[in-house]
């Protein structure tokens, strides 16, 4: 047998240097890829910040209003001239000319009609009916002088805040030379104060911007809240521990999972469609009312929880289940007394989620005219209402500056509740969270 000859080709050794080149290659790609998320990160951070402080510093000014002090002379003859004391007979009389006439004590000046005019142009049109409510509310004041500390105009305020400049020539600004010479006055004798707006968290709307408040809004989006959790939550657990707990695994409920998933990414505005269709024309539920809010955030809300619930019941071990079978308890047990109670945390936590998801939302609210102009505090989830995003969509396309501040202030508010119910979701999730 002759013995053949074998012949191998040696192994290629990489090169010590050559290696070295690769590896310090890896490493720097590596530090790039970390530098650029990095740079998106503080990008991002960077352009959210840019943001929140624009908001802010936009809506600060609307915490605050200008208040003027004024002299007036609660006139027998004038409010009460037969001295009855009666209500009617006082709450009518002409508290305008009572305005008016401590304007030109002030001003003595002002003696021509646009002049006037002008004058009582500078305090806000609330002014009246504020000292309407002191004559009501104290009858002793008639027959005597008061001083009264009322708002001024919206233009007045925002000059006053700075926001108007007085550098800007007189036919590019809406307060004329006129009126800063006597704002001016008024300054120089400490009868202007800027205080703190309270009536911008206890008032309603208002065609003017330094009268209108967000309580209106807040009190609506709260009986749409109400609506929605009332309707989404019970039906959203109940469906997905019928789902994950006693349906059979076919394709009606295959059909059902899929298209569940789908309605959580449809957009909002296809629910306000829905509706107008369904609740206002076809079954004829008043319009603009936080009943109907609360049925199209209920039908938009309800895939979030139902996913959420189902994720919830599908952590909780499968020998929670096994013992309690064990022990003799019936299905329905099982997953009453010991499912769903374990899993309730994140239930909850998902419930708030999708409720601050309601919360912020416009379109479908739009759809079924909850974007009307709405002055009175609804006492009902049945009255007329409106709610925080629609009132600063309807402040947002006033034409008045003052309103921009408004609307910033109102975006402040509404982020205030999102973080609030976020933070709350959050909390629960850390406190009643269970490691299996």
Wanted: hydrophobic share 50%; aromatic share 8%.
């Amino acid at each position: 047998m002759t013995d053949m000859a074998v012949e191998t080709k040696p192994s290629q050794a990489v090169h010590p240097a050559l290696n070295a080149k690769r590896v310090a290659k890896r490493y720097a790609a590596e530090r790039r890829f970390k530098l650029i998320g990095m740079l998106a990160v503080c990008t991002a951070v960077g352009m959210l910040g840019l943001l929140l402080v624009t908001i802010v510093a936009r809506g600060l000014p609307a915490f605050w209003a200008t208040h003027v002090a004024i002299d007036v002379t609660f006139s027998q003859e004038e409010l009460d001239p037969q001295n009855t004391g009666d209500p009617d007979v006082i709450g009518n009389a002409n508290y305008r000319t009572l305005v008016r006439e401590s304007l030109q004590k002030i001003f003595p000046d002002a003696t021509g009609r646009s002049d006037r005019r002008a004058l009582l142009g500078m305090v806000s049109s609330d002014a009246s009916f504020q000292l309407r409510e002191l004559a009501l509310s104290d009858p002793a004041t008639i027959g005597t002088t008061q001083r009264v500390w009322v708002k001024t105009s919206d233009d007045v305020d925002t000059f006053v805040k700075g926001q108007i400049s007085r550098d800007v020539p007189e036919e590019d600004r809406r307060v004329k030379d006129q009126e800063i010479a006597w704002i001016d006055q008024l300054e120089a004798e400490e009868r202007l104060e800027v205080r703190f707006d309270v009536d911008f968290f206890t008032s309603g709307d208002s065609r003017e911007p330094e009268q209108a408040g967000i309580w209106g809004a807040v009190v609506g989006s709260f009986f749409t809240l109400i609506v929605t959790l009332a309707l989404s939550f019970p039906v959203g657990v109940l469906t997905a521990t019928y789902l994950e707990e006693f349906a059979p695994k076919n394709k009606l409920t295959d059909f059902i999972e899929v298209n569940i998933n789908n309605l959580a990414a449809v957009p909002s505005i296809v629910f306000g469609l829905l509706g107008l269709a369904v609740f206002l024309n076809f079954f004829g539920f008043p319009r603009s009312a936080p009943l109907v809010g609360g049925m199209v955030l209920a039908l938009m809300t309800l895939p979030t929880i139902i996913i959420a619930s189902r994720s919830a019941l599908k952590a909780v071990p499968p020998s929670i289940r096994e013992a309690a079978l064990g022990v003799g308890a019936s299905k329905l047990q099982v997953v009453t007394h010991h499912v769903v109670p374990l899993a309730m945390p994140g239930i909850l936590t998902g419930t708030i989620i999708g409720m601050a998801q309601a919360l912020g939302e416009t379109a479908p609210l739009l759809m079924i005219g909850m974007v009307a102009f709405i002055v009175d505090v609804p006492g009902g989830i049945t009255d007329a209402a409106t709610v925080l995003p629609v009132q600063v969509y309807l402040w947002a396309d006033s034409p008045e500056r003052a309103f921009v501040a408004k609307t910033s202030a109102a975006i402040m508010v509404l982020l205030g509740f999102l973080i609030l119910m976020n933070a709350i979701a959050v909390i629960l999730r850390k406190r009643f969270e269970r490691r299996w």
